[in-house]
């Protein structure tokens, strides 16, 4: 029996699974961030654990391991992979892969070895892989380096249009009501003087504000909501045209808290509008499994497998790790 392993490493927890050859799911591990970019040292110590735990469940050693496959959070330039691989290569996998964490999620949300994806949550970030197995990423770094969204960079944006529509510079809109409430204040100037004084820092948790706002059409928050979709579909668009994916026809996954959570109605359209000038045969598809399966059907291609459609529907069961019992050896 030959044994594939997958990790998904961010920057709030660690998944680890081990799969045989036909996908059943034989044995996981779960720990802390996994982003060197936040603590290398900390990083280490929790993809390991998060390996190890996984490996000893099923009484493996890392030379047991065909292929190890890790999708890591902060694998974005050449300066990372020179931290990253030695601190892979000590763990003992003879064949071990690693790729941003992005590619994952593309991976496990589309039966095709190629495509797109955008991912949303905290921040967000654009990758694909093209036909010949070539990767493109586009975006990741922050608002200061071309970006735009995610949790962090929405709930700022409420919060500002909260402060323009008070002091007169923007239109009236429902976060006025909500965001203070929200944050536990009974008006806008308490807080607005409250978060100067203490020099506090806007939470990212905001979002869903938002959309709620926007469901009661509120306009300021459906153009918040609309710009995010442009901005997304722009990027999408950029790693599409790099990749020459624009005569294909392939799914560009969606991922992360805002695209899968929120509703649809005011993000997606606009992603759509941007991507399928481009590329007609493109579809948009949410991402229903852990990213981890990314690195898993990586590993198995990787070693020659043809996944098939068995392999497929017994690793659409990994649609929460914290939730499932996996199988023994």
Not at 71 to 89: F, H, K, N, S
Request: net charge negative; aromatic share 8%; hydrophobic share 40%.
């Amino acid at each position: 029996m030959n044994y594939y392993l997958g990790v998904d490493a961010g920057g709030t927890k660690t998944y680890a699974i081990i799969t045989d050859e036909s996908g059943r799911w034989l044995a996981s591990g779960t720990s802390g961030p996994g982003n060197h970019q936040i603590n290398a040292d900390i990083a280490n110590a929790n993809i390991k654990a998060a390996v190890f735990q996984a490996l000893n469940h099923v009484h493996l050693q890392p030379a047991d391991i065909r292929v190890a496959w890790f999708g890591l959070a902060g694998a974005d330039r050449e300066a990372d992979y020179r931290v990253l691989t030695p601190m892979i290569q000590q763990f003992g996998f003879p064949d071990f892969h690693i790729v941003c964490d992005t590619i994952i999620a593309m991976r496990a949300g589309t039966t095709k070895s190629y495509g797109a994806v955008l991912v949303c949550g905290t921040g967000m970030n654009a990758a694909g892989i093209g036909k010949q197995g070539e990767t493109v990423q586009c975006g990741g770094f922050g608002y200061s380096f071309g970006d735009f969204g995610g949790g962090e960079e929405l709930s700022i944006e409420a919060f500002r249009t909260v402060i323009r529509a008070w002091e007169g510079r923007g239109m009236p809109t429902l976060l006025t009501g909500l965001i203070p409430q929200a944050l536990g204040y009974g008006s806008v100037a308490e807080m607005f003087h409250s978060f100067l004084d203490h020099h506090k820092r806007i939470p990212s948790d905001l979002t869903k504000l938002i959309f709620d706002a926007a469901a009661r059409e509120d306009n300021a928050a459906i153009q918040i909501l609309q710009r995010q979709g442009t901005e997304l579909g722009l990027s999408a668009r950029a790693v599409i045209e790099r990749l020459q994916l624009q005569g294909e026809n392939f799914d560009l996954v969606l991922a992360g808290s805002v695209l899968t959570k929120g509703s649809s109605e005011f993000i997606h359209p606009y992603i759509s509008k941007e991507v399928l000038e481009v590329a007609p045969g493109c579809q948009l598809k949410l991402l229903t499994v852990e990213p981890v399966v990314g690195s898993i059907l990586l590993a198995m291609e990787k070693d020659g497998i043809t996944i098939t459609s068995s392999i497929y529907e017994k690793l659409d069961e990994i649609a929460d790790i914290k939730g499932v019992v996996c199988n023994g050896k």
